[in-house]
């Protein structure tokens, strides 16, 4: 096993040569399985949902769905293996031999997450991931970013629409205030997560703890009362980074979650669904 949240584990795992014809002979595909976790009410829905868009959606930021298997009450997903693991794993459950990510590397994370959004928000795709956070990105040994997780992600509103009505989903500090007050879905919504992502990817500090132990409601709030930018710079990574480009992140993080401040708060009647 090498990751577990809410949803259930991830285990690496293989399979032979015999089972995928484009294998060759003798070798073996990575893979990471993860095992549904049946108690949960939503359980098979967020299955179908994952399946549903990674068999075809195929972009360079987005972790590819291997295959699938469905027998009695066991749900399995296999993806591509990304041997960095996890954003959140290399911010926060630092293994003491590894070096923290550069600034650079950073960056380049926080740029691969922004393609993989933006490709999902595009007019030929129109999908709202709706739970994006810093455990929704894997990472490649080389850094490689891409996001993983859509099974409660949904399609974005059409027809003139502006939002679409959904029980709200998602982990405090990563939910914009005014769609977890209304309801209201709309791709801003990802891009206020995006911003709070940023923040982590800076500060290596988690936005929830953050959030909790300032007694603020979001990101911004927090990052407006510090006031100060450099602050708020994972030490870590001191010297790695010009006074203005740290301004410029920062800068975007807050830009990112001001875009959405008023995005989500636009209805207040209707039937929410899943």
């Not at 075809?56 to 590819?64: S, T």
């Not at 794993?89 to 293994?95: Q, S, V």
């Not at 708020?232 to 001191?238: F, H, K, S």
Request: charged share 20%; with cysteine; net charge neutral.
């Amino acid at each position: 096993m090498v990751a577990e949240d809410a949803f259930g584990c991830l285990f690496k795992g293989q399979i032979k040569n015999q089972a995928l014809t484009f294998l060759t002979p003798g070798t073996r595909l990575i893979i990471a399985v993860k095992k549904l976790r049946e108690y949960r009410s939503n359980c098979h829905e967020e299955f179908l949902a994952e399946i549903k868009y990674l068999t075809h959606l195929n972009h360079p930021n987005l972790v590819k769905l291997v295959g699938y298997c469905l027998e009695d009450e066991h749900r399995l997903l296999a993806y591509e293996f990304m041997a960095g693991g996890s954003l959140d794993n290399r911010l926060f459950m630092k293994n003491p031999s590894s070096q923290p990510l550069s600034w650079g590397n950073r960056m380049k994370i926080a740029l691969d997450a922004a393609k993989g959004l933006a490709f999902l928000h595009s007019d030929e795709v129109n999908v709202i991931f709706r739970d994006f956070k810093s455990s929704s990105i894997f990472l490649s040994l080389n850094n490689d970013a891409k996001l993983y997780g859509l099974g409660l992600a949904r399609n974005g509103p059409t027809g003139g629409e502006e939002h679409v009505f959904t029980r709200v989903m998602g982990i405090t500090g990563y939910v914009a205030p005014e769609y977890a007050a209304s309801g209201c879905l709309t791709a801003k919504c990802d891009v206020y997560a995006f911003g709070a992502v940023l923040f982590e990817i800076i500060t290596s500090r988690r936005m929830k703890d953050v959030i909790h132990s300032a007694g603020k409601t979001s990101v911004k709030d927090w990052a407006i009362m510090k006031g100060q930018y450099l602050s708020i710079m994972d030490v870590e990574i001191e010297g790695q980074y010009s006074i203005s480009g740290a301004e410029k992140a920062a800068n975007l993080a807050l830009q990112s979650q001001s875009q959405a401040e008023h995005a989500s708060g636009c209805c207040s009647t209707g039937t929410a669904s899943d």
